[in-house]
């Protein structure tokens, strides 16, 4: 008897072939490549040795790119057209980084959909960047292993959002790689650590790197990777640090104005002088400025610290809001893992240990743990091992749902819900005879649409005439591995349908970002009350409408006073729908509802008789 040998399509049916897949950490300031080697996860070195890659990009010409340790060497003389950091641009516009920007020596494009750079090589975008250094690890990768690869796993913030995770898709696509998932980086973590130590309970992890921070809440069990609930800031990370530094050192030394190339050397000094901390007590930055104005000032350890503590306080938010999430307290967390290499900061590991009453664990290299995480993800998906052997559920960080009449938000899938998911729930028209409408997809914790993000709009036509909340529109939300929306309508009774990816404008703002969760709980009360003066008002307004509408077919059946009377609490209502709070709106429908009672009552008794015209006693029975 022969044995068949079945395969996935472009997949070698061979048992024993291994195939070629990489986890890819693309951070704020370095990137790392990894990959699983004779069943051990390794991060891949370059030429000479080095695991890490500056995410630094020099534009010298129209086909002249340098990436990595080059282009970081010639930040200080060529700042305009060496662009770093561009992750914290990706999927941003230039209105949402307006604050940080004027601290940047680039020059920015007019685009209001997507921040673009002018370099000598043409206007480039955070996406563009991105994409040379994905391009660099992908062939250090096939360099390393020796072939063409299958897909990567690139870790991203768990705080990023639709916009964020679609640009760096796009640039995974235009460097030639096949993104096999998007992972949260503190979910790449804790595969790490959970494979490697074989831990098991609840973990917190605490990622501190470049340019963002993340927090999140594990609970694992034999090879279970749940996350409970995710938190953190998009727009913080050592790039702040840094940025304290050099702004006391600008103080310190009476500096106002610096060109370009001044800043970017000022500030590579403040880094180093702040990695020099981490080990002695002291550091001194020294440097002559192109102005001949020199500087040479000395910063303690203690005096670093103290810079910087408001920095770390804010990391600690983030931290409290997810426990909440979570439903856990200090004393049920096992073990807090330290990820990126800003928590190699001393003040930064005693602040959380203070915090958790415990010290963190750091026994895997910061700066790796990610990209090794995101490796041994790479190598499941790829099919060299068993999806079986452990299983990982992550989670989408805030609430997404859609608008409804009145400016209100509708939560269809909660944050912290399990991914992938899909969710659906019905809705129905408000005005007879509507045969069309719009779906508003929104993103956020806040009441009023106003208050939330908006991804997306399509419209549903096709509806059939019927009288108002008649019809049946069923609204069905799915989100991915990678949690990239689509959302879906289709109207019960005829079939018809619409549906839409959401890729969003790009842009998010930062203080969208960063507080929203902090916002919906601070303002939970207001919103509850905006809520419900929104659901009052619509309340109100379909009742104005119904009784318009009666009135005009049956208002012969009242006399001048009872006429006189429903308008007058028709008027009343409706100058309380402008000026009015919930509790005055509803009184004031009930007593339009009592004023209508008898009118009510005589349009049914004149439409009974209507039907009955004609009839014989018989036929009514």
Same mark, same amino acid.
């Given at each position: 008897?022969?044995?068949?040998?079945?395969?996935?399509?472009?997949?070698?049916?061979?048992?024993?072939?291994?195939?070629?897949?990489?986890?890819?950490?693309?951070?704020?300031?370095?990137?790392?490549?990894?990959?699983?080697?004779?069943?051990?996860?390794?991060?891949?070195?370059?030429?000479?040795?080095?695991?890490?890659?500056?995410?630094?990009?020099?534009?010298?010409?129209?086909?002249?790119?340098?990436?990595?340790?080059?282009?970081?060497?010639?930040?200080?003389?060529?700042?305009?057209?060496?662009?770093?950091?561009?992750?914290?641009?990706?999927?941003?516009?230039?209105?949402?980084?307006?604050?940080?920007?004027?601290?940047?020596?680039?020059?920015?494009?007019?685009?209001?959909?997507?921040?673009?750079?002018?370099?000598?090589?043409?206007?480039?975008?955070?996406?563009?960047?991105?994409?040379?250094? +994905?391009?660099? #690890?992908?062939?250090? *990768?096939? !360099?390393? @292993?020796?072939?063409?690869?299958?897909?990567? &796993?690139? =870790? /991203?913030?768990?705080?990023?959002?639709?916009?964020?995770?679609?640009?760096?898709?796009?640039?995974?696509?235009?460097?030639?790689?096949?993104?096999?998932?998007?992972?949260?980086?503190?979910?790449?973590?804790?595969?790490?650590?959970?494979?490697?130590?074989?831990?098991?309970?609840?973990?917190?992890?605490?990622?501190?790197?470049?340019?963002?921070?993340?927090?999140?809440?594990?609970?694992?069990?034999?090879?279970?990777?749940?996350?409970?609930?995710?938190?953190?800031?998009?727009?913080?990370?050592?790039?702040?640090?840094?940025?304290?530094?050099?702004?006391?050192?600008?103080?310190?030394?009476?500096?106002?104005?610096?060109?370009?190339?001044?800043?970017?050397? +000022?500030?590579? #000094?403040?880094?180093? *002088?702040? !990695?020099? @901390?981490?080990?002695?007590?002291?550091?001194? &930055?020294? =440097? /002559?400025?192109?102005?001949?104005?020199?500087?040479?000032?000395?910063?303690?350890?203690?005096?670093?610290?103290?810079?910087?503590?408001?920095?770390?306080?804010?990391?600690?938010?983030?931290?409290?809001?997810?426990?909440?999430?979570?439903?856990?307290?200090?004393?049920?967390?096992?073990?807090?893992?330290?990820?990126?290499?800003?928590?190699?900061?001393?003040?930064?590991?005693?602040?959380?240990?203070?915090?958790?009453?415990?010290?963190?664990?750091?026994?895997?290299?910061?700066?790796?743990?990610?990209?090794?995480?995101?490796?041994?993800?790479?190598?499941?998906?790829?099919?060299?091992?068993?999806?079986?052997?452990?299983?990982?559920?992550?989670?989408?960080? +805030?609430?997404?749902?859609?608008?409804?009449?009145?400016?209100?938000?509708?939560?269809?899938?909660?944050?912290?819900?399990?991914?992938?998911?899909?969710?659906?729930?019905?809705?129905?028209?408000?005005?007879?005879?509507?045969?069309?409408?719009?779906?508003?997809?929104?993103?956020?914790?806040?009441?009023?649409?106003?208050?939330?993000?908006?991804?997306?709009?399509?419209?549903?036509?096709?509806?059939?005439?019927?009288?108002?909340?008649?019809?049946?529109?069923?609204?069905?939300?799915?989100?991915?591995?990678?949690?990239?929306?689509?959302?879906?309508?289709?109207?019960?009774?005829?079939?018809?349908?619409?549906?839409?990816?959401?890729?969003?404008?790009?842009?998010?703002?930062?203080?969208?970002?960063?507080?929203?969760?902090?916002?919906?709980?601070?303002?939970?009360?207001?919103?509850?009350?905006?809520?419900?003066?929104?659901?009052?008002?619509?309340?109100?307004?379909?009742?104005?409408?119904?009784?318009?509408?009666?009135?005009?077919?049956?208002?012969?059946?009242?006399?001048?006073?009872?006429?006189?009377?429903?308008?007058?609490?028709?008027?009343?209502?409706?100058?309380?729908?402008?000026?009015?709070?919930?509790?005055?709106?509803?009184?004031?429908?009930?007593?339009?509802?009592?004023?209508?009672?008898?009118?009510?009552?005589?349009?049914?008794?004149?439409?009974?008789?209507?039907?009955?015209?004609?009839?014989?006693?018989?036929?009514?029975?």
């Amino acid at each position: 008897m022969a044995l068949l040998q079945i395969a996935e399509p472009g997949m070698s049916a061979a048992p024993h072939q291994h195939r070629l897949a990489v986890g890819i950490d693309l951070g704020t300031t370095n990137s790392l490549v990894a990959s699983v080697k004779s069943g051990s996860a390794v991060c891949l070195p370059d030429e000479k040795g080095r695991v890490t890659l500056p995410s630094v990009v020099r534009y010298c010409g129209r086909d002249d790119i340098e990436v990595g340790y080059d282009a970081l060497k010639a930040q200080k003389i060529d700042p305009v057209n060496t662009i770093s950091s561009a992750k914290r641009l990706i999927g941003r516009t230039l209105e949402d980084v307006q604050q940080g920007a004027r601290y940047l020596p680039y020059r920015f494009g007019s685009n209001e959909r997507i921040i673009e750079l002018h370099t000598r090589a043409g206007d480039k975008t955070p996406i563009d960047v991105s994409a040379e250094i +994905l391009r660099t #690890l992908k062939q250090r *990768a096939e !360099e390393n @292993l020796g072939g063409e690869l299958v897909g990567a &796993v690139i =870790t /991203v913030p768990a705080y990023f959002d639709d916009a964020q995770r679609q640009a760096t898709k796009d640039a995974a696509r235009l460097a030639g790689l096949n993104v096999l998932r998007l992972l949260n980086e503190p979910t790449a973590a804790a595969i790490a650590y959970g494979l490697d130590n074989r831990s098991e309970g609840t973990f917190v992890v605490y990622d501190l790197g470049g340019g963002t921070f993340d927090v999140s809440v594990l609970q694992l069990t034999k090879g279970l990777f749940e996350v409970k609930a995710t938190n953190g800031n998009s727009a913080l990370g050592g790039d702040d640090f840094d940025h304290r530094l050099f702004c006391w050192l600008l103080e310190q030394n009476g500096l106002s104005q610096l060109n370009e190339q001044d800043s970017q050397l +000022l500030l590579s #000094l403040a880094r180093a *002088a702040k !990695e020099t @901390l981490t080990t002695d007590t002291s550091a001194t &930055v020294r =440097t /002559v400025l192109s102005d001949d104005r020199q500087v040479d000032t000395t910063v303690t350890r203690q005096g670093f610290h103290t810079l910087t503590q408001h920095l770390v306080a804010k990391t600690i938010e983030p931290v409290k809001q997810a426990l909440k999430d979570a439903g856990v307290g200090k004393a049920d967390v096992k073990g807090v893992i330290m990820v990126g290499g800003s928590t190699r900061m001393l003040h930064v590991q005693q602040a959380v240990a203070t915090f958790f009453g415990q010290t963190p664990l750091n026994n895997l290299n910061p700066d790796q743990v990610v990209a090794l995480g995101a490796a041994m993800q790479a190598n499941v998906l790829a099919g060299n091992k068993n999806e079986d052997e452990w299983l990982l559920l992550d989670v989408t960080p +805030l609430s997404l749902g859609l608008e409804t009449y009145g400016g209100l938000a509708e939560k269809i899938i909660p944050r912290n819900s399990t991914l992938p998911t899909a969710r659906a729930q019905e809705f129905t028209t408000f005005k007879d005879g509507q045969t069309a409408m719009t779906i508003h997809v929104v993103q956020g914790e806040r009441e009023l649409v106003s208050d939330c993000r908006s991804l997306a709009k399509f419209t549903l036509r096709g509806i059939p005439p019927m009288v108002a909340g008649a019809a049946r529109i069923r609204v069905t939300f799915q989100v991915d591995a990678d949690g990239l929306l689509s959302v879906s309508a289709r109207e019960q009774s005829t079939g018809v349908q619409a549906q839409i990816e959401v890729k969003p404008s790009y842009g998010l703002d930062d203080e969208t970002i960063t507080n929203m969760l902090k916002e919906s709980m601070s303002n939970a009360s207001d919103d509850m009350a905006a809520r419900a003066r929104a659901e009052a008002v619509v309340e109100a307004e379909g009742l104005i409408a119904a009784v318009a509408a009666a009135l005009e077919m049956d208002g012969d059946l009242l006399n001048e006073t009872e006429l006189t009377a429903i308008r007058d609490s028709i008027a009343a209502l409706q100058n309380l729908v402008q000026t009015g709070n919930a509790d005055e709106i509803r009184n004031a429908v009930s007593a339009l509802g009592h004023a209508t009672d008898d009118f009510a009552a005589k349009r049914m008794d004149r439409n009974i008789k209507r039907a009955l015209t004609g009839q014989r006693v018989e036929e009514i029975s």
